[in-house]
């Protein structure tokens, strides 16, 4: 599915031909308000059987709300939800039973060991103990913390408790597990650990539903992508249908030290590339091929303390898309 729209513009709504065939999740014109605050105003999208699918936006655009209504723990305002086919609103504890959830905080018993913590889950869900004891096994081999067992999870890395945390959200074996910023805080090894055993859950046909506000993630983990930003959808598609319809092929990055010249604003990259963006650290030129339009700076007699070329990612269209960075 291919949509044309320009920066800014708020994107069509999909129409009942562009809902994914077997659709998990359906909304049409999601609406939360909280008194007079609307936190999700009037979204459609469509989460396919087996699909890896990314909420991405910056803190408080409204994808953890948007979370909390699929997971049937927040009411929906106005419009229409429809989760495994059925109503949030009258049949929420059904869909919770056939959701696996994995939050943003841990909310892990520290006094407890790592097996227990699962266990005790997995009495939520009326599991019979021997059948949840080889899950139990089988899930904590696939996290790596097969050996980890009977450790207290206080003793346990950041990196593990996520990982015993996808393990709970594992254990009534899910039609869709929902996570909701599943690497935030972790250091670069761990992300990259969890990703791994992520993908492998998406490779075996797991559907899940993510949101992120990390470019990297988003794009190495999600099959399809709607970007969110004041409780609106403002574009969706593949992280590549993205960054095709929205960015250049390359970028250049200039940064420039403390004399950096008085006054270097866009109008001094005029005509060097298909977009300038001058931030406060450095300069962002949108071109297709780098190389060239670095030397052409070169030329204009702008010397900057440094410069790289390298591909356009998710983040540029983010940054096109709302005229900031994810991180304020």
């Given at each position: 599915m291919t949509i044309d729209i320009s920066a800014g513009e708020r994107p069509a709504p999909l129409s009942r031909t562009d809902a994914q065939p077997g659709a998990l999740i359906e909304a049409r014109s999601l609406t939360k308000r909280f008194g007079d605050r609307v936190a999700v105003d009037g979204i459609?999208?469509?989460?396919?059987?087996?699909?890896?699918?990314?909420?991405?936006?910056?803190?408080?655009?409204?994808?953890?709300?948007?979370?909390?209504?699929i997971g049937c723990v927040s009411p929906v305002s106005s419009g229409h939800l429809r989760v495994l086919g059925m109503d949030p609103a009258v049949d929420g504890p059904r869909i919770r039973a056939r959701l696996g959830v994995v939050p943003q905080a841990d909310t892990l018993?520290?006094?407890?060991?790592?097996?227990?913590?699962?266990?005790?889950?997995?009495?939520?869900?009326?599991?019979?103990?021997?059948?949840?004891?080889?899950?139990?096994?089988?899930?904590?081999?696939?996290?790596?913390?097969?050996?980890?067992?009977?450790e207290q999870v206080d003793v346990l890395s950041g990196g593990m408790r996520r990982r015993l945390t996808i393990a709970r959200g594992l254990i009534n074996d899910p039609d869709i597990l929902l996570l909701d910023e599943p690497t935030t805080g972790l250091d670069p090894q761990a992300r990259h650990l969890l990703w791994d055993r992520l993908y492998r859950l998406k490779q075996r046909g797991t559907t899940l539903v993510l949101t992120t506000h990390y470019m990297d993630e988003a794009e190495q983990l999600s099959d399809r992508i709607v970007v969110m930003d004041k409780a609106r959808i403002v574009a969706h598609g593949s992280p590549q249908e993205l960054i095709e319809r929205y960015s250049t092929r390359e970028v250049l990055e200039l940064r420039f030290g403390p004399d950096r010249p008085a006054g270097l604003d866009a109008a001094a990259f005029a005509g060097l590339g298909?977009?300038?963006?001058?931030?406060?650290?450095?300069?962002?030129?949108?071109?297709?091929?780098?190389?060239?339009?670095?030397?052409?700076?070169?030329a204009r007699g702008i010397a900057p303390s440094s410069s790289l070329v390298r591909r356009s990612t998710l983040e540029d269209v983010f940054l096109r898309l709302t005229g900031r960075t994810l991180v304020d």
């Open positions: 459609d999208f469509s989460v396919g059987r087996g699909e890896a699918f990314g909420f991405l936006g910056p803190n408080g655009a409204g994808k953890t709300t948007t979370m909390r209504m018993d520290t006094e407890l060991s790592v097996r227990d913590n699962l266990l005790i889950y997995a009495r939520y869900f009326d599991i019979p103990r021997r059948a949840a004891r080889r899950r139990i096994d089988d899930l904590l081999d696939f996290v790596q913390l097969g050996d980890r067992g009977s298909d977009r300038v963006e001058v931030l406060p650290d450095r300069v962002l030129l949108y071109t297709a091929d780098g190389e060239r339009t670095s030397a052409a700076v070169h």
